[in-house]
């Protein structure tokens, strides 16, 4: 029998042999010794395969595109439903893509966790979701990686998906990195439309921003305009 569940470990899938290995984990703590060994041997032969099998996914990986990697990251471990929502939220939907309106949009609020200031709720779900898929995507830049955990750590792993930008003291604005929009689209999570509306939201940036700087000039221009003296004044 342990010969034969040797045998089909190449046709089960993960969550299978996670299963095997807790029950053969179970049976170690048998009573009859021709069972533990038993046991024994099919979690040795579990353990190689999957350091055989992890090193080849490892490889396999390395020669992929980014865009790739972020549909194998996806495909073996699917959004929950709320992933999917912030996905769904980012690509096409919020008008504004700063980490505060993103968390309003997504009906969370403005919270304030650990101390990171309001949008800390988006920080925190977007960057456990790009934490989760690490392995496969590639690792985080280790300068993002805060020690102690909490949101901004989590919101450093965010960079394996979008490029994170100060709004100016608004927030952070996230951007889907490019790789990761014709990912979502290649898996539905996001319709082409996504491609669209990241130049949509650049051109209105750069509006808004250009409407400040002039704003800013005015004020600026008219600080400097010389007052009038009234008539019989010195």
């Known amino acids: ?21 807790a029950n053969a984990e179970r049976v170690l703590q048998s ?10 041997e099919f979690l040795d032969a579990l353990n190689a395969f999957e350091k ?27 959004p929950t439903e709320t992933e999917a929502k912030m996905i769904k939220v980012l690509g ?11 968390a309003q949009v ?3 609020g403005i919270e304030l966790p650990l101390g990171e200031g309001a949008g800390g709720s988006w920080n925190l779900h977007f960057g456990k979701m790009c934490r989760r898929r690490e392995a496969f995507i590639h690792p985080a830049p280790s300068q993002y ?8 750590s989590e919101r450093h792993y965010s960079a394996l998906l979008a490029d994170l930008v100060d709004a100016d003291g ?8 490019p790789e990761a929009v014709e990912a979502f689209i290649e898996l539905g999570l996001l319709s082409a439309r996504a491609r669209s509306r990241a130049d ?12 400040i700087r002039q704003q800013v000039e005015e004020s600026i221009a008219a600080c400097m305009t010389p007052t009038a003296l009234p008539e019989g004044g010195q």
């Not at 029998?1 to 045998?7: C, F, G, P, Q, V």
């Not at 992929?64 to 972020?70: A, C, W």
């Not at 608004?170 to 990195?177: D, L, S």
């Open 170 to 177: 608004k927030g952070i604005e996230y951007r889907f990195k």
């Open 1 to 21: 029998m342990t010969n034969k569940l040797i045998a089909s470990l190449p046709t089960r899938s993960v969550a299978e042999r996670q299963k095997m290995r």
């Open 106 to 108: 997504m009906g969370w």
């Open 145 to 152: 990686k805060s020690r102690g955990g909490g949101s901004a």
């Open 52 to 78: 055989s099998a992890t090193e080849a996914d490892t490889q396999a990986l390395l020669d992929m595109s980014l865009k790739d990697r972020i549909v194998a990251a996806f495909t073996r471990e699917p």
């Open 200 to 211: 949509e939201r650049q051109t209105e940036r750069d509006a808004w921003r250009k409407a």
């Open 92 to 102: 096409e939907e919020a008008t504004h893509v700063e980490n505060v309106s993103l």
């Open 31 to 40: 009573a009859d010794a021709a069972r533990r060994d038993a046991a024994q």
